[in-house]
């Protein structure tokens, strides 16, 4: 059996102390589902959450529902919030993932206003795509880690099973962990390995558990475009922007390199290599589908 989960309902801002009571009640739905020990499918835990929904609580005298619009940015900021805390490699990320799937599958026509757009609940989950970039840039890769890893693990599952497409995330994890290295004759140089050890296992999730899905954007199979937003490290200098076979090639050298590289360790090493054999694999298969 998995390891329990010991997860916590943090808070921002001053009324930290106080997290508003809907919020409680969604983190205890997702936090029971996501345990062991849970016997709850992702279909009910999706329609528990679906009955805290501002529009099937029942009404309570002199209380004024919050809008559609609030009780998403509160689901969406709960939802990050665990996926921080859930290790990168264990079930509960997957079963996460799940259940955002069976609420999108919830056989409901509630359509509601969002930003001036009528927006399907849950069918288009709206606001997932804005929240998830909103976190990517509030988590602090250096400050916070494990969180930082945590997320990109967790974005990655979104890509590769089609609820949200983060591949922009990726392609700022892998450009930031791959296409970056100081100068050797530098003093950076000599403690960049602390650099790699905590940048490469977060890069190599996004081959591990997304890497068919990035390579599938690389080739062209699924539309890139809004992915040319200028992400790229100095050692991609002057080359095209956005995901290509040429980029792809490039990750994959560059995880090779460092896999023996001077100034990474072991533990390091070993995990460029299992990307580098990784990004060969998918390769090939895909070539052997064609």
Known sequence: ??????????????????????AEHIFKIINDYLQPSNTLSATEAAQKIDAQFPNNRPDVAGEEKETAGSFLAEFWDTVVMIAQQIP????????????????????????????????????????????????????????????????????????????CDMSLMGTHTLSSALEEEPDSRSRAYQTYGETFAREIPVAELWISIAGKAMFQRCRGDVDTE????GCAGHLWKNKPLGLSIERWDFWKERFGAISAHPVADEPTKEVASKAHDAMNTIQSQAAVAV
Not at 6 to 19: F, V
Not at 110 to 123: E, F, P
Not at 139 to 146: L, N, T, Y
Not at 226 to 229: A, I, N, R, V
């Open 88 to 163: 990168a490699q264990h079930p509960a990320q997957d079963k996460l993932v799940g259940l955002l799937k069976a609420l999108s599958e919830l056989p409901t026509d509630l359509k509601v206003d969002i930003w001036g757009s009528d927006c399907r609940v849950w069918q288009d989950l709206p606001l997932i795509g804005v929240h998830m970039v909103e976190a990517e840039n509030y988590i602090s890769e250096e400050d916070e880690p494990e969180k930082w890893k945590n997320f990109n693990a967790f974005c990655a599952r979104l890509t590769r099973d089609g609820i």
């Open 226 to 229: 809004d992915l040319k937003d």
């Open 1 to 22: 059996m998995a390891e329990i989960l010991n997860l916590h309902h943090e808070t921002n801002g001053e009324d930290e102390d106080k997290p508003w009571v809907i």
